[in-house]
C-alpha cells in the first residue's frame, strides 16, 4: 500500500471525499506550489479540490471571528495588553521604522534612545520583514493589528498543509491547524505582545512540512521552499524562535534517519536549506552579529539568566486545565514566571485525541512526534533538569537565551499533529471506540474527584493544609511574580483554589462529553465531526477570552510632547513611565527599553549609578544625576510617581560637537572609568582616548569653529574650520559601526572615528577646513547586503529554471 492510502475499502464514500495527498502521482514542483492545495489528477473529484480549499476558508473565518471586532473598528486601539512589549517595544519600532521609510532612509542606527545604539541590528525591530512595510499606508494600529490576525492565520493554515501533505483526513488537517493557531503556547503571546516572535513562529510549521517532503522525495523544490520559509523566520526577527525551531527540525530529521538508505543526501540538503537562507538573509544575520558582538550579550549570557523562564514541572497540568493557576485577568496568575510562557494547552479535547493519535493513530502520521514531542519537552523544563546545564556549557546557541520554555511551542505543534492523527483515525476507523471511550470517563471521573478534593482543601479552614503549602511553595521559588502581599493572604488561597476547581470541573464535562461522543462514533460520522468541532470551539473560546486591547493613546505623552515643544534644543532626556517615547515625539532619550544594548554604554551609566560595570545589564536603576551626564546632554529627568511625573533638571549640558584640545590615553575600562569620575575630569576640555590620536591636537587659544550642518539617523555632516589640531568629541554613543568620510573641500583624506570617554565618539582632525560625511554603516551590513542581493538573484534563477524544467501547469 502507498504511504498514505487510506485502508477503507474504495467503495466507500471516504476516499472521495479526502483522498490523502500521499497517494497521488503528482510533479514534484507542483506539489510544492499549491502544498497539497490541488490534486494533480484527472481522476480526483472537485469535491476533493474544494474540500482542501474550504479547509483554508475555515481557517480564515475562525481568524476573521477571533479579531474581526478590532480589525474593522475606527477605534485605534492595539491588540496585546498595556503592560507588555507590544506597547514599550514594539509600538515605537514600528512608528521609527515607517517614519525613517518614508524619508528614504534605510535605519540602521536609532538615536532616540540609549544616547544612539543600533536599530537594524537588532533584529526584533524586523525592518526587512514585508507585512512591517505596511505601516506605511495603514494607520499604524490597524497595520500592527492586521499583522498579528494574517500570522496567527498563517500558522494554523501551513499547520493544516503540512498536516495535509503527511497524510491527514482534511478535516484532521484542518482541526490541527486551529489547535495550533489558538494554542496556549502561542496565541498567548498575542496577549504578551511578543511580535518577533507571533510573526516568527507562524512559519514553523512550514520550515517542518518542507523537512519532512525533502525526506520523503528528496527533490531539490523542497529544500528551496526550504530556505524561503527559513529565511522568512530570519527577517521575522526572533532568533530564539529561529534557533529553536532550527533545534527541532533538526531532532526531527535524526528522527526520520533511523533506517534510511539515503542519509547523506538527507542531511546535506537539510543544511542546503540552512545555509541558504543564512546566505538569503545575511544582510540581516551579519548586521545582528555585528551588533550583538558590542551588546552586554556579546560573551553570551550567564548560566544565572539563560535558566530563567524555564518551564514549571506543574504547569504540565495546563495541558489539561490552562487556568489552573489563575489567567492573569480575572484571577491573578500565582504560578511560575508567565503565563503565556507557560501554557501548553491545545484544549481538552485535543489532549485526548493526541493521546488516542499516539497510541492507534496510523504509523506514517505518527512516526517521529512522540519521541519529538518528550524531547522538547524536556528541553523547555531548562534547568529543571540536569541536561540544560550540559547544553549550555557544550551546545552553542543554549548560552545566548533565556526562556527555554519556549519550546513548548514546537511540543504543542507535535501534540497538534497527534491529535490531528487520532482524529484521522477515527474518520477512516470509527468502528470499535469503546475502550477510548471507557478511558476518556475514567479519565472524567478522575479530573471530577479531583475537583472535589481541591475545593475541599481550598475552603478548609486549616491554614496548613495541602492545597496552602502547594501555593506557598510555588511563591518560595522566587520565580512568581505574585506580590508578598497576595502570597501571604488567606482569601486570595482560597479564591485561587476555588477558581482551579471550577477549570477542573470545566476539563471534567469536557472529558465525560467526549467520552460519550467517542461511544457513538461508529453510528455516524457526524459525530466524528461534532468531536473535531468541539476541539475547535474549545481553544477557539479559550483565545477569544484571553484577548485584550489597549488604545493607542496610551502610547503618547502629550503633557510631555508640549513640555518639550516649550523647552527647544539639542538635549536628551529621561522618562521612565515609557521608556521609548523620544522614538515617538522623535526626540533623545538617555535611556530606553530594549532586550539588547551597547556594553560600553550599559557598563557606563551602571558606574555612575554607583553600580558594578562588571555584568551590566538593562536593567541600571537610575536613583541620581552625575556631573558626566552633561556630556550626554542629558537635561531632564521625569521620574514616575502616583501624581505624576517628577521633574529634575541636570546641570549645563554640552553642545552635540565640542573641539577639545587635551587629551590622555588610558586603556582599561575600570582605569577610564575612575579617571572619569575624577573631580578634576572636565570633558569640555579634555578626552580620554584608548589609542594615540592621528593627528595629534595641539594646544591653541586660537577661534576654531564646527558646524553640524545636517543629520539623519544614520549620518551626521559636519564641517569644521581650524587653526590647529584638534579632537571633534560627538556627545553620541560609539558603536564600532562608524565611519567619517571626506568631503569636497576637506583638507584631511582619511578620518578615524575613535571611542572617546568610554562611551562616546572622537575624530582626530588636522588643521584646515574640514567637510565631513560621518555615518553608520557597519561592516556587517555592507558585505550582508551585497551576499543577500546576489544569492536572492541566485535563488530566484533556480526556483523559476526548476519550475520550468518540471513543465509546470
Not at 16 to 22: D, E, G, L, N, V
Not at 214 to 232: E, S
Not at 596 to 611: S, V
Not at 674 to 684: E, H, I, L
Request: overall charge positive; hydrophobic content about 50%.
Amino acid at each position: 500500500m502507498p504511504v498514505g492510502t487510506s485502508a477503507v475499502p474504495s467503495n466507500q464514500s471516504e476516499l472521495h471525499f479526502a483522498p490523502t495527498i500521499r497517494g497521488f502521482p503528482r510533479t514534484p514542483a507542483r506539489g510544492i506550489l499549491f502544498f497539497g492545495l490541488r490534486p494533480t489528477t484527472t481522476d480526483e473529484t472537485k469535491c476533493s479540490v474544494r474540500t482542501r480549499w474550504i479547509g483554508v476558508a475555515v481557517l480564515l473565518g475562525l481568524t476573521l471571528g477571533m479579531f474581526g471586532d478590532v480589525l474593522f473598528t475606527s477605534r485605534p486601539v492595539v491588540l496585546s495588553d498595556s503592560g507588555t512589549d507590544l506597547a514599550s517595544q514594539f509600538i515605537y519600532w514600528r512608528a521609527f521604522t515607517a517614519d525613517q521609510l518614508r524619508h528614504g532612509h534605510l535605519p540602521l542606527w536609532n538615536p532616540c534612545v540609549f544616547c544612539g545604539m543600533p536599530y537594524l541590528g537588532w533584529a526584533q525591530t524586523a525592518v526587512l520583514y514585508p507585512t512591517n512595510w505596511l505601516d506605511l499606508i495603514l494607520p499604524l494600529a490597524r497595520s500592527i493589528n492586521f499583522g498579528i490576525a494574517f500570522h496567527v492565520f498563517l500558522a494554523g493554515l501551513f499547520t493544516y498543509l503540512w498536516g495535509l501533505r503527511r497524510g491527514l483526513h482534511p478535516v484532521a488537517a484542518v482541526m490541527a491547524g486551529a489547535l495550533f493557531m489558538f494554542s496556549g503556547s502561542y496565541f498567548l503571546h498575542v496577549y504578551a505582545g511578543h511580535l518577533s516572535l507571533l510573526y516568527a513562529i507562524a512559519w514553523t510549521p512550514l520550515v517542518f512540512a518542507s523537512v519532512d517532503e525533502w525526506i520523503r522525495t528528496r527533490t531539490l523544490g523542497w529544500v528551496l521552499a526550504g530556505m524561503a520559509v527559513i529565511t522568512m523566520q530570519i527577517f521575522a526577527g526572533d532568533f530564539q524562535a529561529c534557533f529553536y525551531t532550527a533545534v527541532a527540525a533538526g531532532l526531527f530529521l535524526f528522527s526520520e534517519l533511523i533506517g534510511s538508505q539515503h542519509r547523506v543526501m538527507v542531511l546535506l540538503g537539510f543544511l542546503g536549506m540552512y545555509a541558504g537562507a543564512a546566505v538569503l538573509g545575511a544582510v540581516q544575520l551579519l548586521t545582528s552579529f555585528q551588533a550583538a558582538s558590542e551588546s552586554i550579550r556579546s560573551s553570551g549570557v550567564t548560566y544565572d539568566f539563560a535558566s530563567m523562564v524555564s518551564f514549571a514541572p506543574e504547569n504540565l497540568l495546563t495541558v489539561l486545565v490552562p487556568r489552573f493557576f489563575g489567567n492573569g485577568i480575572g484571577a491573578p496568575y500565582w504560578g511560575r514566571w508567565y503565563p503565556w510562557e507557560m501554557c501548553l494547552f491545545i484544549g481538552v479535547s485535543g489532549l485526548a485525541l493526541a493521546v488516542y493519535g499516539a497510541v492507534r493513530g496510523k504509523r506514517e502520521l505518527r512516526r517521529g512526534l512522540i519521541l519529538l514531542l518528550a524531547i522538547t519537552l524536556v528541553l523547555a523544563l531548562g534547568a529543571n533538569t540536569p541536561l540544560f546545564k550540559l547544553l549550555y556549557r557544550w551546545a552553542p546557541g543554549f548560552d545566548r537565551f533565556r526562556a527555554n520554555a519556549k519550546f513548548i511551542i514546537e511540543a504543542s505543534l507535535f501534540m497538534v499533529m497527534l491529535a490531528g492523527a487520532g482524529l484521522d483515525r477515527l474518520l477512516r476507523d470509527p468502528k470499535g471506540n469503546k475502550w477510548f471511550a471507557l478511558g476518556l470517563f475514567v479519565a472524567g471521573i478522575i479530573v471530577v474527584c479531583a475537583e472535589l478534593e481541591l475545593r475541599s482543601a481550598a475552603l478548609a479552614p486549616e491554614s496548613t493544609n495541602w492545597w496552602t503549602r502547594t501555593m506557598t511553595a510555588v511563591h518560595a521559588t522566587r520565580e512568581s511574580y505574585l506580590p508578598a502581599a497576595s502570597a501571604a493572604d488567606p482569601t486570595f488561597t482560597r479564591h485561587a483554589g476555588v477558581f482551579a476547581s471550577r477549570c477542573l470541573f470545566v476539563a471534567a464535562v469536557e472529558l465525560l462529553v467526549l467520552s460519550g461522543l467517542a461511544l457513538f462514533a461508529g453510528v455516524s460520522r457526524w459525530v466524528v465531526y461534532a468531536v473535531a468541532l468541539m476541539a475547535i470551539a474549545e481553544v477557539f473560546v479559550f483565545a477569544r477570552t484571553s484577548l485584550s486591547t489597549f488604545d493607542l493613546a496610551y502610547a503618547e505623552a502629550p503633557k510631555l510632547k508640549a513640555f518639550l515643544a516649550q523647552r527647544p534644543g539639542d538635549y536628551r532626556i529621561f522618562y521612565q513611565r515609557i521608556p521609548n517615547i523620544a522614538m515617538w515625539l522623535s526626540k533623545e532619550d538617555v535611556w530606553g527599553y530594549a532586550p539588547l544594548t551597547l556594553k560600553r554604554y550599559t557598563e557606563f551609566m551602571a558606574f555612575t549609578q554607583g553600580q558594578s560595570p562588571e555584568g551590566a545589564d538593562q536593567y541600571v536603576e537610575f536613583s541620581r544625576f552625575h556631573p558626566l551626564y552633561a556630556m550626554l546632554r542629558w537635561r531632564y529627568a521625569f521620574l514616575a510617581n502616583k501624581d505624576g511625573d517628577q521633574i529634575l533638571t541636570g546641570n549645563a549640558v554640552m553642545p552635540h560637537l565640542q573641539l577639545v584640545q587635551q587629551y590622555r590615553v588610558i586603556s582599561g575600562r575600570d582605569q577610564i572609568l575612575q579617571a572619569m569620575d575624577s573631580p578634576s575630569f572636565d570633558p569640555r576640555q579634555q578626552v580620554i582616548l584608548e589609542t594615540e590620536p592621528n593627528p595629534a591636537p595641539q594646544p591653541s587659544t586660537e577661534k576654531e569653529t564646527v558646524t553640524l550642518i545636517d543629520s539623519s539617523a544614520n549620518q551626521l555632516t559636519v564641517e569644521a574650520d581650524l587653526p590647529h589640531p584638534a579632537i571633534l568629541l560627538i556627545t553620541d554613543a560609539y558603536s564600532d559601526g562608524w565611519r567619517a568620510h571626506p568631503l569636497e573641500g576637506s583638507v584631511q583624506h582619511t578620518y578615524d572615528v575613535l571611542p572617546a570617554n568610554y562611551v562616546l565618539r572622537a575624530i582626530p582632525l588636522s588643521q584646515g577646513h574640514h567637510h565631513i560625511l560621518i555615518e553608520y554603516k557597519p561592516v556587517g551590513f555592507r558585505v550582508g547586503k551585497w551576499i543577500s542581493i546576489a544569492s536572492v538573484f541566485g535563488f530566484v534563477f533556480v526556483s523559476v529554471y526548476y519550475l520550468w524544467k518540471n513543465r509546470l501547469g
